[in-house]
């Protein structure tokens, strides 16, 4: 594994990049409940970054690690994260994006697990501007979407009921970095999607995709359709779902499925030809 900031113009340069992948992760500081920290967004995705560092040198790839972001558009209860705008996200990541081609880096995998649609939005249009430039590219929430995860039940827990800081993101913290994780047992308050906002929210939705559509902003209207409910989330008590139902058991089994798809997604993208997706 090598960072890209310890290395000089030279080594860089001298890197085989028909085997090298490079690691960007990107994510933002907002309120997670009362138990969760307020950087879990980027806590996750670099541990997923870390499993795919593991996997990529298994098979005699070279793992590049970009500094982390740690910035999101569309962050949960704003006056309690950091959240920007998602074209100025987009703007950061095209100008990441741009510099590694320019450094001759056509493989990249964005590590982001945050569920924001316009932090969707903003990395959709640029995986774009990189599939433009030739380079294959993914992100490990549109595996996880893929899996299914958000649209079924886990153990008897409905995760379409529980969309932020609750039962799956306090199970995986509980088993990933459970020295971060505190006062579960008093989140035990339902925290529910309201039907009459999620109503509304479902006559909004079409009309907010085709005014991005007409704009030129490329997006998948299913996952918009799934991660669309998170923006009308109580404020109250600061998560949606059931965290007091975690646990690591839990949290190990979801962690292994996960990184079970992102491993075969790795080994789709680049242990087998294929052209840029």
């Known amino acids: 594994m090598l960072k890209i900031k310890d290395l000089s113009y030279d080594e860089i340069d001298k ?6 992948v490079v690691l960007v992760t990107v994510g933002p500081i907002e309120v997670h409940g009362t138990h969760l920290p307020i950087g879990n967004d980027i806590l996750w995705a670099e541990s997923l970054r870390d499993f795919a560092i593991n ?4 098979h005699s790839l070279i793992p590049l690690v970009y500094p982390t972001i740690p910035i999101g558009a569309q962050t949960l209860w704003t006056e309690k994260g950091f959240g920007i705008g998602k074209y100025t ?22 590590f982001n697990v945050h569920g924001g649609p316009d932090h969707i939005i ?9 599939q433009k430039l030739g380079i294959t590219i993914f992100s490990t929430l549109e595996v996880i979407v893929k899996m299914g995860l958000m649209e079924s039940k886990f153990n008897g827990v ?13 199970s995986i913290g509980m088993y990933k970095y459970p020295q971060k994780v505190t006062s579960v ?14 109503l509304i929210l479902k006559l909004l939705l079409p ?28 404020p109250k008590p600061l998560y949606t779902g059931f965290p007091y139902m ?16 992102i491993g075969d997604e790795i080994s789709k993208r680049f242990l087998t030809p294929t052209v840029p997706i």
């Open 122 to 130: 903003a990395i959709k249009k640029a995986k774009k501007v990189a």
């Open 185 to 198: 047992n008093n989140n035990k308050q339902i925290s529910r999607i309201n039907p009459l906002n999620n």
């Open 89 to 110: 996200l987009f703007k950061i990541l095209k100008s990441v994006i741009n510099q590694l081609n320019t450094l001759g880096f056509n493989r990249i995998i964005l």
């Open 207 to 234: 009309i907010r995709y085709y005014l991005d559509k007409i704009r030129g902003i490329p997006y998948d209207y299913k996952i918009y359709k799934v991660l669309g409910k998170f923006c009308v989330s109580k």
């Open 158 to 170: 409905d995760l379409r009921e529980d969309l932020h800081a609750g039962y799956m993101e306090t």
């Open 246 to 261: 975690a646990n690591p058991k839990d949290g190990k089994i979801l962690t292994q499925r996960i990184e079970k798809y």
């Open 15 to 20: 890197l085989d990049k028909t085997k090298t």
């Open 55 to 58: 996997f990529l040198e298994r």
